[in-house]
């Protein structure tokens, strides 16, 4: 098959070489080759010839009928290239392929292309030849094209003496020009650099200027690479402005691998010397191939040279050094790479080894608590058990409790936060969870003798709803029990009388005491609070403060009872605030005559 997919050549039983489309639609030629014996092989050379072979002879044949024969000595074999056929024996390689468009324009007897007249120009030029002016201006309209087309011929070109003709004459040519891109000349100029360099019998990598391009630079380096010429590699890629840093990592792969014998110091402080001046190099990878050969003190040397800590820490898992992993994780600042080394260890180890781990790694501990307080509550509590962190224990167990108050025994749970918060001498803490496990029995006690939710209601909350439901005296002994202060007390109790409608019972807290300490305000507000505004007004009346009598009065609307309590206080500006809500004629001229008796 042809390489560019369109054209197939076969051998047929007759003798014929056959050539048609790659449809089979289109009979292109049929060349008789005398012979009955099939070819060796049988390839192309290009896209417009094919090269027949066999034992030691080898047949070309053109598209138009026309042979070329080649005879040799030794035995020989054939590969196929994208621009020709290259001919391998024991002792010689050669390639044959089509004289390129580029070169049989300058160089073909007769050539009256600019190429062509551009370098017989510069030849003149060389000699001090008048002419070569004359010639230079008969190529002036199309003298950028003989440039470009002399830097593709010398492209083309293998002999070195021919290729500096070629780029003398394209630069002569280019000095006449106002405008043209050097950098089609400079570039050139590096390429036939490096396929001089390729050529040489110690690189032993011949291609053409086609086949170089088609491979690309990236590509050849890579080869360079995998033959071990790593200078060469280096070389290529400061020539042409390429990354050099995979060669450099190779190279020290390929240094590690050879100096299993030496010691580690010595063969570290080879590769620094070496690696120092390239930046951007992967010491991970290095450290990996020291690992992989069995040098692990190696590798952690040449590992602790890696600026990154997301290839650090792979590699020190992989190598089983999970400490160091860790402290180059958090030394990071990277919670995600902190996270995966602590998860690989609590997988991968017992967990008692897992928390003492944890234990000298504070930051560590510290991420760890904030995943499994919401991921494993269970483990968090062993946890703070082996680093004794009984505050933290307690807390935890309070929590669970919390969280579990339908399905545990709560009272049970809370008494062991107890314990771990007497441990931890927070004393006062003890006594808080203490009084909730009292509280709790309460509830519960509650819940069974009325009926009634209590259980998850705070303090305040039970005792308001023994009032509301009239147990008094249930409510009287938890307030004595717990020792609430008196003022609280009395919130709690009008609030729950008042939700509970017991206005009588009401009436009569009210009148245990001339002066409640709460004064009669609250009395009042939670009158209103709960629409009745009658009992209400009868509390708000006992308010002693004229103010805040008035302010209350003007919650219930009752503008002439705060009008009196304003004038009284001899507010005129509370006077007014009264007067500027009165809509009815009759109290605004009563407002009115209080204002101008008080005035």
């Known amino acids: 098959v042809c390489p560019n997919g369109k054209i197939i050549a076969c051998f047929t039983q007759e003798g014929h070489l056959w050539v048609t489309s790659s ?23 290009g896209t417009d010839s094919v090269m027949l072979h066999w034992d030691r002879l080898l047949m ?19 590969i196929q290239e994208l621009d ?25 007897i007769g050539s009256c292309t600019p190429a062509a007249l551009l370098f017989d120009a510069h030849d003149l030029f060389q000699r ?21 087309t002399c830097l593709e011929a010398a492209a083309q070109e293998w002999d070195s003496t021919i290729q500096k003709q070629l780029l003398r004459s394209a630069s002569y040519g280019k000095s006449f020009l106002e405008f043209y891109h050097t950098e089609n000349f400079v570039n050139m100029a590096k390429t036939l650099r490096v396929l001089n360099m390729l050529r040489r019998p110690d690189i032993g990598m011949p291609v ?23 200078f060469q590699a280096v070389q290529i890629c400061d020539l042409l402005g390429l990354p050099k840093e995979r060669v450099v990592v190779h190279w020290a792969c ?52 890696e600026p990154r800590a997301t290839d650090q820490v792979p590699l020190l898992i ?6 160091g ?115 709790l029995e309460i509830q519960k006690e509650c819940q069974q003798s009325f009926g009634d939710r209590y259980v998850g209601l705070s303090m305040a909350e039970t005792i308001v709803q023994l009032f509301r439901h009239g147990q008094i005296k249930r409510a009287t002994k938890v307030v004595k029990e717990f020792k609430l202060g008196e003022r609280r007390y009395y919130y709690m109790k009008i609030k729950g009388l008042a939700e509970g409608k017991d206005w009588e019972e009401l009436d009569k807290f009210a009148a245990e005491k001339s002066k409640p300490p709460v004064g009669f305000e609250a009395f009042a507000e939670a009158c209103m609070t709960e629409g009745n505004t009658a009992e209400a007004v009868k509390y708000a009346e006992k308010v002693t403060d004229h103010g805040r009598r008035c302010e209350i009065f003007l919650a219930m609307n009752r503008l002439r009872d705060a009008a009196e309590a304003a004038a009284a206080a001899k507010d005129g500006d509370l006077l007014s605030a009264v007067r500027s809500r009165a809509k009815d004629p009759a109290t605004a001229t009563y407002i009115d005559s209080l204002a101008a008796d008080a005035g």
């Open 208 to 230: 053409t200027y086609r086949q170089y391009t088609f491979l690309t630079p990236d590509v050849i380096v890579n080869r360079l690479i995998q033959k071990h010429l790593h």
């Open 254 to 305: 390929e240094k590690v691998k050879a100096t299993q014998d030496l010691p580690a110091d010595e063969v570290i402080a080879s590769l620094r010397d070496r690696l120092s001046s390239c930046q951007g190099t992967s010491y991970a990878q290095i450290a990996a191939t020291a690992h992989h050969t069995g040098r692990t003190d190696l590798a952690k040397m040449i590992l602790d040279d």
């Open 60 to 78: 070309m044949v053109g598209p138009y009928g026309d042979w070329l024969k080649y005879n040799y000595d030794e035995p020989i074999s054939l």
């Open 128 to 148: 001090n030849d008048a002419k070569a002016d004359e010639s230079i201006r008969s190529t002036a309209s199309r003298l950028s094209d003989a440039v470009d």
């Open 318 to 323: 992989e190598m089983r050094d999970e400490t």
């Open 23 to 45: 449809d089979f639609s289109k009979n292109l030629s049929d060349f008789a080759t005398e012979s009955q014996v099939p070819p060796n092989q049988l390839t192309w050379c």
């Open 325 to 439: 992993a860790l402290v180059k994780a958090i030394e990071s600042g990277d919670s995600d790479l902190v996270y995966l080394v602590i998860m690989h260890i609590k997988r991968t180890h017992p967990i008692p080894e897992f928390f003492e781990t944890l234990r000298h790694m504070q930051e560590a501990q510290d991420l760890y608590v904030a995943y499994a307080k919401h991921q494993d509550r269970d483990l968090l509590q062993s946890l703070f058990a082996h680093v004794q962190r009984t505050t933290d224990l307690g807390m935890t167990v309070l929590q669970n409790a919390y969280q579990q108050m339908d399905t545990l025994p709560v009272s049970r749970l809370m008494k062991t936060a107890a314990t771990h918060f007497s441990q931890a001498k927070d004393s006062q803490t003890a006594k808080i969870v203490e009084d909730h496990i009292r509280l």
């Open 84 to 108: 020709g056929v290259r001919v391998l024996s024991s002792s010689r390689m050669e390639l044959i392929q089509r004289v390129p468009d580029p070169v049989v324009d300058v160089f073909k």
